[in-house]
């Protein structure tokens, strides 16, 4: 009698556990893979010893779509310490970021000849090693859409304000650009669509409702049985 009272939890734990490794299984990530590239134009509103420099990324980068939306690092804005009592001053000092994307999902080919190319200026001064208000000032992003063929397309922008760059004692000078990705999904399915779950996954779930059924065959018959 105890054991018959006590199956309907372990009865609800076997189903959770099944739907848990249904689920599990189903997730997968979906990778745009990318580098970036650009610079600071030092020829242009620099007063004093340019210090400021870009450090883009290489092919080996990628994020995940499978979330839908997503950041993901551009590269880094770097300040060069100045000697003490030196500075350095920024009055609009364009720079430019490419952000160019290269395969989606490990095998849909993304062109690259048209980037999405990100442009702004620095205001600012740079004073000594430890000191600096320059900041990094974004323009809208002219077109930030990006294909991904079949699977659907990824919509590229910029955060709102602008970027406080950290002088050089403080993490090395280095102060990381970044950018919002969105992902909208096409006739193929993509990072927003569910995939079809692994056959391994669907013969445990298939087990487990069987084994449930067999179960409740025998205590029928039991009671059966006992009138």
Do not use: C
Request: proline content about 7%; cysteine-free.
């Amino acid at each position: 009698m105890h054991k018959t009272e006590g199956w309907p939890g372990l009865r609800t734990a076997v189903i959770a556990l099944g739907l848990v490794a249904w689920t599990a299984t189903a997730a997968t990530a979906a990778p745009l893979s990318y580098s970036t590239s650009g610079q600071v134009d030092p020829t242009n509103g620099v007063m004093g010893t340019n210090v400021i420099s870009f450090v883009p990324l290489s092919n080996s980068n990628s994020v995940d779509l499978s979330s839908g939306q997503t950041n993901l690092g551009l590269g880094n804005f770097v300040i060069s310490p100045l000697a003490a009592g030196a500075s350095t001053t920024y009055a609009a000092t364009p720079f430019k970021i490419s952000f160019l994307p290269a395969s989606y999902n490990s095998d849909t080919a993304v062109s690259k000849d048209a980037p999405v190319v990100l442009t702004g200026v620095l205001n600012g001064v740079v004073n000594g090693a430890s000191s600096s208000t320059v900041k990094a000032s974004f323009n809208p992003v002219p077109n930030g859409m990006v294909s991904l063929g079949n699977a659907g397309s990824a919509s590229f922008s910029l955060p709102g304000g602008s970027l406080l760059l950290a002088p050089s004692t403080s993490n090395a000078g280095t102060t990381s650009a970044q950018g919002l990705v969105t992902f909208t999904a096409g006739t193929g399915g993509g990072g927003g669509e569910a995939p079809v779950p692994e056959p391994s996954t669907i013969a445990l779930f298939f087990t487990t409702v069987g084994g449930l059924g067999l179960r409740r065959y025998v205590l029928a018959r039991r009671r059966q049985g006992k009138d």
